[in-house]
Nanobody, 115 residues
């Protein structure tokens, strides 16, 4: 499974961004896909995840601001981020969890929230 993340960039506080993660390869073995982020000096943390059936899970700090969605026809997962705050600044990573428990990671995309 290969994952290609895109959509990061520089945005002002209160702004929005949409991240995309396109999966390729043996996509039928993917169960769960999610977005994680890592800020400088911090560990990697879950932002949001979505199962193959469409069930979602969010970190508490992102509930109501971020929305994860999945477009199966394009093998793509999106993360719509609204009301962005400077503390959302981080490298965002896409992750795919296979049914056998193996995880695949994509390269990160930088999100910077600054005026």
């Amino acid at each position: 499974v290969q994952l290609q993340a895109s959509g990061g960039g520089l945005v002002q506080p209160g702004g929005s961004l949409r991240l995309s993660c396109a999966a390729s390869g043996d996509i039928f073995i993917i169960n769960l896909m999610g977005w994680y982020r890592q800020a400088p000096g911090n560990g990697r943390e879950l932002v949001a995840a979505i199962t193959s059936g469409g069930s979602t899970n969010y970190a508490d700090s992102e509930k109501g601001r971020f929305t994860i969605s999945r477009e199966n026809a394009k093998n793509t997962v999106y993360l719509q981020m609204n009301s962005l705050k400077p503390e959302d600044t981080a490298v965002y990573y896409c992750k795919a969890d296979r049914f056998d428990g193996v995880a695949d990671w994509g390269e990160g995309t930088q999100v910077t929230v600054s005026s």
